[in-house]
């Protein structure tokens, strides 16, 4: 071992990073905003879940009680409708994760002692089940000040029901094993993209293909489309053990899941692309993915729950395809729902898909400089 | 030799590209008449690859006019590439595939059509002698096979105007040889060529060439041409020291270079009537010194045209 052998690459390594700028600013770039983006959000004690409300009695006391609810801070009120069923329609849609309905009996109910109120829980996020069992904690006694009622005899236990759909064991598979989906699929179809543009520059083939007749668009979608394929079978793997292995339910229709999967791989390997007309080398891209990925995994709702983060988080978090991903597979694999009710993320992934597909193209010069 | 004037298959006019600071190609102008096979002679870092590229419409100029088989450049660059060919400095092609696996993706890519592709491909792989091993990764091939799979893809689609870019800096002589036997084919067949090289010995072969020095055109000619004008300019040296009678001719005023090979010392003067003062500079050394004309070359004309230039900018 030659100290000054051994220094020399030392430095040469040091030289050599320093020129490198893009990954320079991920040696920083990462620690940094990963850390705070993640510390900040990641938020495992939920708070402020979306809700609905029926209250079908619509007295001062089951007002009292919702009020009781909502000030425990794990709920918030989105929207208030008329039956249950409604309510469970926005369930099954991921309008909301959490419903409570107050039974036009409640006063009586109250008087005999038995349950009060119901609590309706997606099932479908594991995380969610565990943080609306809180709700059935709100003292009934307290409800309303009514001297006549023997309420304070009462114990607390029971007298607010909760009924869980969807995933009512609470299998921890049920719930990752869509997600998971998602996750393959960003990660493979962006590594892909990212490289494929990159690595014929680097090869030296790109100066071959611009001096021909060939476009810019052309170059992008014939690049993109093979890997849609492979996409494809890569969903077809993991639905096939998923449901084979783990027993996942697929509520919804098969074509759907193929739907959505197809929109997601879209959307990420355009991505890709946008990458590689950016990255200068082959391990630029991949640090730029790594960059995608990881808030992708963290802050997208696999794994930990979207609800419990912070707003302006939320909004970012809503840039990423994976996000609104996750809600259309667990919508339609384990509540039934189908890609129309949930037009709304079907249509973010779409517009990120074409946004980020007209970018890449642009940035695509057929030049050299 | 010279083709008609009004046959020019390439023209550009105050052709000037920067890069930074750097300027790269500096005011060039160039006339290529088609059908021959036109050099580009310079050494590295002259500007020889920055103007093909801008000449085939990958760089964009930063100044001056160009205009390829007739058409506008930049701006008709995209109907220019149907009637290009371009064989790159860096062999480009796909190493992951297979000689016939390349040579159909370019087809495709450069819209021959369907009917014609498999004849075409058939017909390149007979003529570049590929015919045992179509199957083979380009990857895994010999530089000068490499370089004859790049050169029959440049050429699929029958383009008018081929451009080269140091096509033959990776191979040995032989194939070399080879390599330029195909490139008289062509032109005789009625491509453009254009090469560009820092080796003097194919500089000779093109029907006419340009010399480039740091971005500047310095000279462009026939190679006879160009050499005729350096009629009586040049000498050989014979002597025991060559090194010491190249530091004593050094010194003489008029000799713009001196260079030993083996062991006699080539002269070239920026004049005629130089000869004796040569004489009185190697008389001091002490030394017999045997200076003798010789005809000009190639290389005399480049150390020639590049020297003045240097003195034009002092």
Known sequence: ?369 | MNAAADDVAIRARGLTRCFGKLVAVDHVDLDVPAQRVYGFLGPNGSGKSTTIRMLCGLLTPSGGEIEVLGLKIPAQADELRTHIGYMTQKFSLFEDLGVRENLEFLAAIQGVPKAKTKRRVDELIEQYHFGDRQRQLAGTMSGGQKQRLALACAVLHEPQLLFLDEPTSAVDPESRRDFWEKLFELADAGTTLLVSTHLMDEAERCHRLAILDRGALVADGTPRELTAQLEGRTFTVETDDPRAAQRALASVAGVLGVAQVGNILRVLTGAEGVTPDMDRALATTGHKAALAAAPPNLEDVFVAATRRDAERAA
């Open chain 1, 1 to 369: 071992m030659n100290v000054r052998r051994l220094w020399a690459i030392v430095v040469k390594e040091l030289r050599q990073l320093r020129r490198d700028r893009i990954t320079l600013a991920m040696v920083v770039g990462i620690p940094v905003i990963q850390l705070v983006l993640f510390g900040y959000a990641i938020n495992t004690n939920l708070r402020g879940l979306d809700a609905g409300i029926v209250d079908q009695a619509n007295s001062a006391g089951s007002r009292a009680l919702v009020m009781d609810m909502l000030a425990t801070g794990v709920v918030a009120p989105v929207a208030r409708v008329n039956t249950p069923q409604e309510l469970m329609a926005m369930i099954r849609r991921g309008q909301v994760g959490i419903g409570i309905v107050v039974p036009p009996d409640f006063e009586r109910r109250r008087i005999d002692g038995r349950a009060v109120a119901q609590i309706l829980v997606d099932g479908s996020d594991t995380a969610v089940q565990a943080a609306a069992a809180q709700l059935m904690q709100v003292p009934i006694d307290s409800a309303a000040p009514d001297t006549r009622a023997p309420a304070t005899s009462t114990p607390v236990g029971g007298r607010i029901s909760m009924v869980a759909f969807y995933n009512p064991q609470r299998r921890s598979a049920v719930n990752i094993v869509p997600g998971l989906i998602g996750v393959i699929l960003t990660m493979t179809m962006v590594l892909f993209t990212a490289i494929a543009i990159v690595r014929e520059r680097e090869r030296g083939n790109m100066e071959l293909l611009i001096a021909t007749p060939l476009t810019s668009s052309e170059l992008m979608i014939g690049k993109v489309l093979p890997y849609v394929a492979i996409g494809l079978v890569q969903t077809s793997v993991i639905l096939a053990l998923g449901t084979w292995l783990f027993a996942v339910p697929i509520l919804g229709s098969v074509v759907d899941v193929y739907l959505a999967s197809g929109l997601l791989i879209l959307a990420n390997l355009a991505l890709g692309l946008l990458i590689s007309t950016r990255a200068q080398s082959q391990f630029q891209a991949m640090q730029m993915t790594f960059f995608v990925f990881l808030p992708s995994i963290l802050l997208s709702g696999f794994m930990f729950p979207f609800a419990g983060m912070p707003k302006l988080v939320q909004w970012l978090a809503e840039i990423l395809p994976l996000t609104h991903f996750l809600r259309l597979i667990r919508g339609v694999m384990l509540r039934g729902a189908g890609l129309r009710e949930m037009w709304l993320d079907v249509l973010a992934l779409a517009v990120f898909t074409l946004a980020m597909m007209a970018l890449a193209i642009l940035r695509f010069r057929k030049r050299l400089d």
